[in-house]
């Protein structure tokens, strides 16, 4: 019983105490409401606009400046003379619950007027910008009036003293600056009878139309003072360059100067209308076209004194070029002629040789033709410098066509002289090699050895017919050559390779005798070696065989004595 009572007693204590602590919390957090409300009802008195109300109050208002005014006037008056007394009164009614410690109802309370008080301050901070653009409005009105007025007379007495200058456009532009000026009278009536709000409105849209207009009477006033004097000097001095160029017998690809001058000062009349319909950016734009396309027909003009120029330098050397070329290909279709009696010219370069002819007389009559317009004063020198190039490079191919051709009929007789030199180095290398087959003293020669010698006997016979036949086909001799000799290094090749089977077949066999009583196999391998020896002239086959079995009775005997050939073969060169 005692526990429980003791328990029950620490709860009510810590009750209690939660209680007391609570209290102090939401206390603390009144006193805060209450600070920041008394500092934002101290600055309501103190940015008061009481002072700015009366002095707006002493001036003359009407229109929708005095409706809007006087309402906001009225909540001026209803937030501070009723609002504000009422909200410091509730203040001090909710302190004073707060020191009681009623902090649950003054909480409550103060966070209601803390709102009610931003509220109203937001109000208050308003209504004092809206009095301040007002007061500010109403003394610089008239100043900006004024500025306006003087402003307007400046660009009036601008514009009548440049009356000639702008041309057509000026009267657009007069028009353009009274319909801004007939509103000054409406501007100046609400400033004097007090609608400031309407009066700064019009007078700022006023100065940003006169501002435009200002900008938009220079911009016609610089283009059209130049536009008396920008193309005069050119088209005077392309005027003059025509006649230049009809001296100079220079004559032009279409559109000719006195076109495209035409058409230029129809352009120029057009940048006249565009000034008076005050357009300007679309000036400006054919203005620009304008001057690529006198800049153009001063490229051309240009590009034809200097083709003129480049013609007269290059009409001689390319007339001698015209001259070398045709005695080069007369001289060439001549060798030719007399080389085709003795050597087979290729048909390609008959054809080539042909062809350079024609091309050569064409690119001379062409020649001839322009030479005559020029003489005739009705050549464009532009397109003749382009014909002279054309044919310069034709000329060039044509020449390098004749050198190729020239330089392989050099090769024709250095060519047969080789095929020549050839069938004599060849005719006694293949009779060298059928005396080293007669020293053999052999029963026989295999028939693939026959064969491959009689082909390359052939082969030499018809080497040698290539060569004593007219005219000679130099190409034809090259082939040839090249197969024979290449057939005839296969033939020694052979020929060394039967010479060492024989060789050394003979030697096995003679070595063979110290086992053929012993070992039959020896004796059987002997006789059928000697066999392809003497009666099948196999000499490869005779030699592997016999070596097989002397392999079997002695290891590395056939080694040793092959060795010893090739050695003795190596000392004898």
Known sequence: MLVVIIIVSILIVLVILAIVVGLFYFRKQNN???DQITARLDQFRQNNV??????????????????????????????????????ESQLIDYSEKNLNFQVGSAHHALKQLAQQSLNQQEVLEHLRN???NLFDHIQKNQTALEHIEAKSQKLQNKLQTNMVHYQEAYAPLQNQLDEITKRLPTIKELVVTGDALKAHKLLEETQVQLSKFQ?????????????????????????????????????????????????IKQQIKQLKDLLALLQINQFDQLKMTINERIDYLYER????????????????????????????NRLLLQNINRLGQHYIIKQEDQDVAISCQQKIQQISQNYQNLVKSIKQRQAIYSKVWQEFQQASQQLTEIEHQQQKIAASFDGLRQGENVGQDNLQQISQQLRQLKHQIEVMRLPGLPSKYQDNYQMVHDEVDKLAELLADKPVNVEEVTKQMFVTQEDLNNLKQQTKKLWDDVQIASRLLQYSNRYVE????????????????????????????????????????????????????????
């Open 301 to 328: 003009i240009a590009q034809e004194w200097r083709a003129q120029k480049k013609v007269q330098n290059a009409q001689l050397v390319l007339a001698d070029f015209i001259q070398h070329a045709q005695r080069q």
């Open 130 to 132: 809206t009095f301040s």
């Open 215 to 263: 900008t938009e009477s220079e911009q016609v006033l610089q283009r059209s003072t130049g536009l008396e004097t920008d193309f005069k000097a050119e088209l005077k001095e392309l005027v003059s360059a025509e006649q230049k160029l009809n001296v100079a017998g220079i004559n032009m690809e279409d559109p000719q100067i006195d076109v495209e001058l035409t058409e």
């Open 32 to 34: 805060d409401l209450i």
């Open 518 to 573: 012993e070992y039959p196999a020896v004796k059987q391998a002997a006789n059928k070696s000697q066999n392809l020896y003497d009666q099948k002239f196999n000499y490869q086959q005779a030699r592997e065989v016999i070596s097989q079995a002397l392999e079997q009775v002695e290891p590395g005997a056939v080694k040793r004595i092959s060795e010893l050939y090739y050695a003795e073969s190596e000392s004898q060169k």
């Open 50 to 87: 009481d002072e700015m109300i009366d002095q707006i109050s002493d001036t003359k208002l009407s229109g929708e400046t005095l409706a809007d005014f006087t309402q906001d006037k009225e909540k001026y008056v209803a937030i501070t003379k009723e609002q504000l007394p009422k909200m």
